[in-house]
């Protein structure tokens, strides 16, 4: 790695640890943007996409939670709208059990920021 690319990642690293709580409330500010109308989200938030309501009336859940939706989904029916705005791409597995795990093009390109 050269120099500049290394103070360059160095630069980056201390813009995200620095400013971690203002870019982790932009990404889900944009996550909600894009996500509150689904049906899973809309329970909750009525359409809205107030960080303080999703703190508020969205749980922490599990995957046991998630599986009817993406039963739904790995049996068919169009992904749009129930849990992601997105459609879906593809599905992994958790842990090598066979949860599926949705995946979207876009998760993809963020994570390769």
């Known amino acids: 790695m050269e120099t500049n690319d290394y103070e360059s990642g160095l630069r ?15 990404l889900l500010g944009e996550i909600l943007t894009k996500n509150a ?21 969205v749980p922490v859940v599990a995957y046991e939670d998630l599986k009817p939706y993406i039963d739904r989904i790995a049996n068919g029916e169009a992904s749009s709208d129930i849990l992601l705005a997105h459609p879906l791409t593809g599905s992994g597995t958790s842990g090598g059990q066979q949860n599926l795990i949705p ?8 994570l390769a920021m």
């Open 12 to 26: 980056m690293l201390e813009e995200l640890s620095t400013n971690a709580r203002r870019i982790q409330g932009q």
């Open 103 to 110: 995946v979207v093009d876009e998760t993809t390109d963020t």
């Open 37 to 57: 109308g689904t049906e899973y989200l809309s329970r909750f938030l009525h359409g809205q996409n107030d960080k303080r309501l999703f703190r508020k009336n």
